[in-house]
């Protein structure tokens, strides 16, 4: 094999492998924040598991929560039961009271 593309080989292998020991983003696994209005969602904190879970399923809804309060640097998860996601405030003074 040429030096070359055995280094974009090996370049490849190691950037991918990178994000199996990023341990930074470790998130708090021992407790949930549930919330059903934006008044609840308020005493989330930042970084904490969080469930919307609705009275209500509405698809637009739960996306709208999740626009609002999800963390997208972490996975996102939502069905007609809710959302369940890393808690974010960054955007908190973006939702419409």
């Keep these: ?11 490849a292998a190691f950037l991918s492998l990178t994000a199996c020991f990023d341990n ?7 407790g949930l924040c549930t919330y059903n ?11 904490q598991l969080a469930w919307y879970r609705p009275e ?6 739960a996306l709208s929560v999740a626009a609002a309060y999800c963390d997208f640097n972490h996975q996102v ?3 007609g039961a809710g959302v369940l ?8 003074k973006n939702v419409v009271k």
């Design 1 to 11: 094999m040429h030096t070359i593309p055995r280094l974009l080989l090996l370049s």
């Design 24 to 30: 930074s983003t470790e998130i708090d696994q021992t």
């Design 37 to 47: 209005t934006d008044a609840q969602a308020e005493r989330c904190k930042a970084g």
């Design 56 to 61: 209500v399923s509405n698809d637009q809804v």
């Design 77 to 79: 998860m939502y069905n």
């Design 85 to 92: 996601c890393v808690f974010t405030d960054q955007r908190l």
